[in-house]
């Protein structure tokens, strides 16, 4: 009889609850597609992102405190409101308890503070980009992106994310080697240009995240219709892997990801919400073959300049 260390015991441990949950969800692949705010759209039926909707719970089985089915749905609900000595100082961003006592990070859209070339700076561009992170993250299976979702707030419409209790960024990166694979995929995909050590923050225990957990806030600089010359894809998880063969978990995740399914993740915003353009949409689909073809980021879909954010 063959002998499995822990880590293959819990791969195939892991793989096999993914199947049970799957065919357990499929039952309504549509309903499951909407809850976990994947839009409804001619497109996904087209891929067969039906059965990869019905997957979407089975995703967060790895990180089992992490459901995009129930957190998408939740975050929408939740009423932020401001405590009663709220002083307005102007600050894009506030952080907000909600009625159910939630703490929320919330930037209204009329605060949006434009800093990069190739977004749009119509106001709601940076919204739906903060959106489609977290989107990404959900797609993917790699739960770095706390839920996040454009939604109703006292200052008006905005982005509002789930407050992840945290420490400071740890320059060594001492972090879990797949969540750091899983970081560098996604800045990578969406071509994430703001990746300075305030954006990624050291997680404290709470009910999506375990202590020491790497952690992505703040991506709404990302998905450039052009890349900015003076600020390329800005990540140190991304300069780290460049050229490097992700894991096969890693792999696996990123395989089972049709490009035709990327659009779908990128449209339906909502009404009076600007939209991401083709060209954007099309180069995040050619980083994606990139990495699969490759089985990692090689940056030759990438037009731009890749670094380290100095500290």
Aim: negative net charge.
């Amino acid at each position: 009889m063959a002998r499995w260390d822990s880590d293959e015991l819990m791969r195939a441990a892991r793989k096999r609850i993914e199947q049970i949950l799957a065919q357990a969800a499929d039952t309504d692949s549509g309903a499951i597609r909407r809850a976990a705010g994947v839009p409804e759209t001619a497109a996904n039926k087209a891929s067969g992102a039906d059965s990869d909707a019905a997957a979407l719970v089975a995703r967060t089985v790895s990180n089992s405190w992490w459901s995009p089915g129930v957190a998408v749905p939740e975050m929408r609900a939740r009423t932020l409101v401001l405590p009663e000595d709220f002083v307005d100082d102007g600050d894009g961003v506030q952080f907000l308890r909600s009625t159910d006592g939630m703490r929320n990070v919330y930037r209204p859209i009329d605060r949006e503070f434009h800093m990069r070339q190739g977004i749009p700076k119509e106001p709601g561009h940076l919204a739906i980009r903060a959106e489609v992170a977290y989107r990404s993250s959900s797609l993917f299976r790699m739960p770095r992106i706390p839920p996040t979702v454009i939604s109703g707030g006292p200052m008006g419409r905005g982005v509002v994310q789930d407050f992840v209790p945290s420490t400071d960024f740890l320059d060594d990166l001492p972090y879990d080697l797949l969540q750091q694979q899983e970081m560098a995929f996604l800045d990578y995909f969406l071509c994430y240009s703001d990746g300075n050590r305030n954006n990624y923050r050291t997680a404290l225990s709470s009910k999506r995240y375990n202590k020491g957990d790497l952690v992505g806030c703040d991506r709404d600089l990302c998905m450039h219709e052009k890349p900015d010359p003076n600020f390329g894809i800005r990540s140190p998880f991304v300069e780290k892997f460049n050229g490097k063969k992700f894991d096969d978990e890693i792999l696996e995740r990123i395989h089972a990801v049709n490009e035709d399914q990327v659009p779908g993740i990128m449209q339906n915003f909502g009404p009076d919400l600007p939209v991401i353009g083709d060209r954007a949409i099309e180069g995040a689909q050619s980083r994606l073959l990139e990495v699969q073809k490759a089985d990692g980021i090689t940056g030759e879909k990438w037009p731009g300049i890749i670094y380290k954010d100095p500290k």
